[in-house]
């Protein structure tokens, strides 16, 4: 039998729909998740309310490598006890978070913010491949760096790897990619911690 709603309120009807808007959230669970915060103290939900707000109006995003932080430059980036000639390339935030949970790599990274998928409309000038480029560009010696290209073993992940790596290839880095560890077509984020680590310790010299 279907769901059928029939708020008693207005004000609730909203709520529902605005916590029925996040990703995997349906109605149902949305509907209860709005009564279980109408029986929290008030101060409890303007805590949580006023972290969401914050959240998507004061976090930025890392000048040099788009990473989330609370300011221009994330901690990874600010942190002199990380190695500064390593970077890592990775699709998302998430990947970032999975790489290190592992324990396994001090360096650097830098988002892209996404894959070249021309099929979903993304190509590399949508990501931030370019701000890669000109970031290697700048150092005083990238023969010394190592780029680590940690995508996702899709097809759509071996293309962007195969195409940054076009662009990066002259200006001298030393190009890495993560070893098989990973299956064909498997997501960073997906990834067990120990495979992962695994992955990023026994990494390997690209291979066009």
């Not at 000048?63 to 989330?68: A, K, P």
């Not at 999975?98 to 949508?126: F, K, R």
């Not at 491949?129 to 970031?135: A, F, H, N, Q, T």
Request: glycine share 8%; hydrophobic share 35%.
């Amino acid at each position: 039998m279907a769901f059928k709603e029939n708020y008693p309120s207005v004000l609730l009807t909203e709520a529902v729909d605005a916590i029925s808007s996040l990703p995997g959230v349906g109605r149902r669970s949305a509907l209860r998740l709005a009564l279980h915060l109408l029986k929290q103290p008030q101060e409890h939900v303007h805590h949580f309310t006023d972290s969401i707000r914050r959240l998507r109006d004061e976090v930025h995003y890392c000048r040099q490598c788009r990473m989330i932080s609370d300011g221009e430059v994330c901690s990874y980036c600010g942190d002199s006890r990380r190695n500064h000639r390593q970077i890592c390339v990775v699709e998302s935030v998430r990947d970032v978070m999975s790489i290190e949970a592992t324990g396994q790599y001090h360096g650097l990274y830098h988002v892209l913010g996404g894959i070249i998928s021309p099929m979903a409309g993304v190509g590399p000038s949508d990501l931030t491949i370019r701000d890669l480029v000109e970031r290697l560009e700048a150092m005083d010696t990238p023969s010394e760096t190592e780029v680590i290209l940690a995508l996702g073993g899709d097809v759509e992940g071996e293309t962007t790897a195969f195409y940054i790596y076009r662009q990066i290839a002259p200006i001298g880095v030393s190009v890495t990619t993560l070893a098989r560890g990973l299956g064909f077509g498997d997501d960073l984020e997906y990834a067990d911690s120990l495979t992962l680590g695994r992955s990023i310790a026994a990494r390997q010299p690209f291979k066009v």
